[in-house]
């Protein structure tokens, strides 16, 4: 096993290794790789907006679609959500004081998944958008690739229920018999959470895909208003899974926050007890709002009504989160290593972003925001702002676990400057870009309106600073992992005090790389 | 927690293996975007199965419209000009060809025969998106006839561009020149496009002037026999020339089969009854045809004005490509 080596590994050993180590190793570099693939997407995506009318860099709007939905099913579905289960494979056994995850095999058959659904769907390049709404989805997408994009989702799919699968029985049967439940630590509870939550939502998806397949062959017309069926029934399989899915990709950021702020303020966690219950709150409160997502559908004013309630109900709980974060910070003695800012900023642009999606979920205001660039930044506002910022702090404080070695925190400042920078220059413009009406997804726009032409140029300077901050990011993970210093595995970040991984801080993790 | 003297040292990342991995994921990479790019058309080359059945099903029920065929026709009258142009209300709530609709010149009626070519020169001058379409379809944006659209509600024309598009009405009734992007026809982007009864020959025999005129034809098909064709198989720039005389012309035509297959010569009405031959103008039968590689003349005397057909009377072979227009006049 891992933990008795003392000499590198041939590489072939890592990548077929069923150890949870290995494994998280493995995810977080695919995810890695992903997501500067994604964003690389994402900058051609604003460059060719910064210039309405001159056809710039993509030269037809089918084009336009396709790279719009990589970028978008890259970043979910191979970026958050393989990056989340990577980190959890590298935390959740320590933290449970097991030898392994559960299911070591299984384990790695999930990861192995990853990959697979990654060369679907970016070799068929489909322009389904990553909703694929039907009836364009079932009528008109051109195959293969909207083919190889459902079977891309597929594995996804069944690879986040395996890997599920396997993080809810190794934190409830296979965790230490003197650690109570409550006192797990809140990164694992996160993991437990979206797992469970994970088992409930998936299956709906992983059941339209089947539908939308067979729709697509025209055996059956389950979305095929032509045959008898209801596009409108897509959106409610789809967001059954996709609001939760929400969470899914949130709570992982929350649970590297609960990690690492503690650690950083060099105190005690403020409360645990409230951690358990909000994300408890979440888990459960995720599935009582997917309909705000489709107000403008025609539905009546009851339901609506209902499912604004259901969503002002994940205020509260995504409250106990920031003021727990607060309190924990609050008489500490911080230390603003790289960890800690990507933190603190990932709770103020969590804060930001949760403010317009309370605005958006009062359906009045949602008539106006709804299909324009207002959706488009609040996505990326939390997905960028709070889940990526929680995902590269949590990647700068696992680094020397991965490699032995330190990177460097002046860089790191930079990138963190300019990744708050470029998310609020992107993000927040896009908002009023929203207000000002501009449609989401329009491959180009006529240049008379001067107002959307400024926004837009504003957004995509923005995204270039944040691609610039990805830049040094990559750099960072190249050049320390090869040439850093060597870190002190006792007490890398020179804190002091009790880790979750006592047994492991002798070594690094994953010799080798 | 200090180290005692017999651990070893931890076992750190080298630059050597980091090469080694990022050799790896950049090896799948580009072995990925070479698969990617080398077939590039083929990941988007087929609409889904119900999409097929779906644009079956359309074209069926454009088919048991009441209204003139959704086809472009054949050439034989007269040309007309029409330049139009798309604008807005500024208050963008009436749409319209020329003038914003229910204000004077708004949308023009156009007049025209069957066979009758009508150029539309077309240009955006509003300050919104709008595609031209020219359809049978009483509502709604489409389906539009063959090759007379410009832009789509996809890919629209944008404030300022122009194009022309060439119409020829296959049939008498009603057409209507419209805005393709959706809602725009609803808010007044709509003109009509009434089509008087047609030209089509009568077959009537007409007395010999005695003008002569001659043509060269050849019966040509494509290697794989899917198009077939006079001079070239059909799709080609040169195939089935249109023939025009006069009326009382003494015409002959010399006929050579460059094919693979057996063909008779004909000069019909309705291509889809090549046994009706017009005129003696029949060079051989269906029964004994020409065999590959034969030739010969056929002479006749043009009939009543109007619009003919010439064809190749065996069975099948006009509707695979051997049919071109005779036009008398």
Redesign the interface.
């Given at each position: 096993m891992v933990l008795e080596?003392?000499?590198?590994r041939p590489?072939w050993q890592i990548m077929f290794s069923t150890h949870h180590t290995d494994v998280a190793y493995l995810y977080t570099?695919t995810s890695l790789?992903f997501l500067f693939?994604g964003g690389v997407l994402a900058l051609m995506i604003r460059t060719h907006l910064a210039m309405p009318?001159a056809g710039f860099l993509i030269s037809?709007?089918?084009t336009f679609n396709?790279i719009f939905t990589v970028h978008g099913t890259t970043m979910l579905f191979l970026f958050a959500l393989p990056f989340a289960a990577g980190i959890g494979n590298y935390l959740v056994p320590i933290m449970v004081r097991y030898k392994d995850m559960a299911y070591p095999k299984l384990n790695a058959v999930a990861f192995w998944m990853v990959?697979v659904s990654g060369?679907l769907i970016?070799?068929?390049?489909s322009?389904t958008t990553w909703v694929a709404y039907a009836p364009y989805s079932?009528?008109?997408?051109?195959?293969?690739?909207?083919d190889?994009w459902i079977f891309g989702l597929k594995i996804a799919g069944i690879s986040s229920i395996l890997s599920s699968i396997n993080f809810v029985v190794t934190i409830l049967k296979c965790k230490h018999p003197d650690l109570p439940l409550r006192k797990v630590p809140l990164f694992a509870w996160s993991m437990l959470t979206v797992s469970v939550m994970t088992l409930v939502a998936m299956p709906t998806f992983a059941a339209s895909l089947i539908m939308m397949l067979t729709?697509?062959?025209?055996v059956s017309?389950f979305f095929?208003p032509?045959?008898g069926g209801d596009p409108i029934a897509y959106l409610h399989l789809f967001w059954f899974t996709f609001h939760p899915e929400v969470y899914i990709f949130l709570l992982p950021a929350i649970g590297m926050m609960y990690e690492i702020i503690p650690r950083f303020s060099r105190k005690p966690l403020f409360s645990q007890g409230s951690g358990v219950f909000a994300f408890v709150m979440l888990g459960m409160i995720g599935f009582a709002s997917w309909g705000h997502h489709m107000y403008s559908t025609g539905m009546d004013f009851t339901t609506k009504t209902v499912f604004m309630i259901g969503t002002l109900a994940a205020v509260p709980a995504s409250g106990m989160h920031v003021f727990n974060f607060l309190a924990t910070m609050w008489g500490g003695r911080i230390r603003f290593d790289a960890p800690m800012k990507f933190m603190v900023g990932g709770i103020a642009l969590f804060f930001s972003a949760g403010a317009g999606g309370v605005l958006n979920t009062a359906m009045p205001l949602d008539f106006i925001t709804h299909g324009t660039y207002w959706v488009v930044g609040h996505m990326h506002l939390f997905l960028t702002g709070t889940i990526a910022f929680g995902f590269v702090g949590m990647m700068y404080y696992i680094f020397p676990l991965?490699?032995?070695?330190m990177y460097s925190e002046k860089w790191a400042s930079v990138q963190f400057i300019l990744m708050m920078w470029g998310t609020v220059q992107v993000f927040f413009t896009q908002h009023i870009l929203g207000l000002e009406g501009m449609a989401r997804r329009i491959y180009d726009y006529?240049t008379?309106f001067t107002s959307w032409t400024q926004l837009n140029q504003i957004a995509s300077v923005g995204a270039w600073i944040l691609g610039a901050s990805f830049v040094i990011f990559l750099g960072q993970l190249?050049y320390y992992?090869?040439?850093g210093k060597?870190?002190n595995?006792?007490?890398p970040f020179n804190l002091g005090g009790k880790y979750y991984y006592?047994y492991q801080?002798?070594?690094?993790h994953?010799?080798?790389? | 927690m200090s180290r005692t003297e017999h651990e070893a040292p931890p076992i750190r990342t080298s630059p050597n293996r980091v090469v080694k991995m990022l050799a790896i994921i950049i090896g799948i990479q580009v072995v990925g975007g070479a698969l990617f790019f080398t077939h590039y058309d083929f990941w988007n080359s087929y609409i889904p199965i119900a999409g097929v059945k779906q644009e079956k099903e359309m074209a069926n029920e454009t088919t048991t419209n009441t209204g003139p065929p959704n086809i472009q026709g054949i050439f034989s009258g007269k040309e007309i000009d029409v330049p139009l142009k798309f604008v807005e209300s500024s208050d963008f709530t009436k749409y319209g060809f020329n003038a914003p609709f229910g204000q004077s010149g708004a949308n023009p009626e156009i007049h025209a025969a069957v066979g009758d070519k009508i150029v539309f020169s077309v240009a955006n001058g509003g300050k919104s998106f709008h595609a031209f379409a020219i359809t049978t379809s009483t509502s709604g944006p489409g389906p539009a006839v063959p090759d007379t659209t410009i832009g789509t509600a996809d890919s629209p024309m944008k404030p300022g561009q122009s194009g022309t598009v060439t119409f020829i009405p296959a049939g008498d009734g009603t057409y209507y020149y419209i805005c393709a992007v959706p809602g725009h026809r609803e808010l007044g982007m709509e003109g009509k496009i009434e089509v008087g009864a047609g030209q089509a020959g009568t077959g009537g025999t007409a007395a010999a002037t005695g003008n002569k005129v001659e043509f060269s034809l050849s019966f040509e098909m494509s290697p794989d026999f899917a198009h077939y064709g006079f001079n070239a198989p059909i799709g080609q720039t040169n195939a089935n020339p249109d023939i025009k005389v006069k009326s009382g012309d003494t015409v002959t035509i010399h006929l050579k089969n460059n094919s693979k297959s057996f063909h008779a010569f004909g000069v019909v009405i309705d291509p889809e009854n090549p046994a009706a031959v017009l005129w003696s103008s029949a060079f051989k039968t269906p029964d004994s045809p020409m065999k590959p590689g034969e030739s010969g003349d056929v002479t006749f005397v043009a009939g009543t004005p109007g619009v003919y057909h010439y064809i190749c009377t065996v069975p099948g072979h006009a509707a695979l490509g051997m049919n071109g227009n005779l036009i008398v006049s």
């Open positions: 080596l003392q000499k590198p590489v570099v790789a693939m009318g037809d709007p089918a396709r990959p060369a970016w070799l068929g390049f322009d079932i009528l008109r997408a051109p195959g293969p690739a909207a190889m729709d697509r062959l025209a017309g095929n032509s045959m991965f490699t032995g070695r006529p008379e190249i992992s090869a040439k060597e870190a595995m006792d007490d006592p801080a002798k070594t690094p994953h010799t080798g790389y | -």
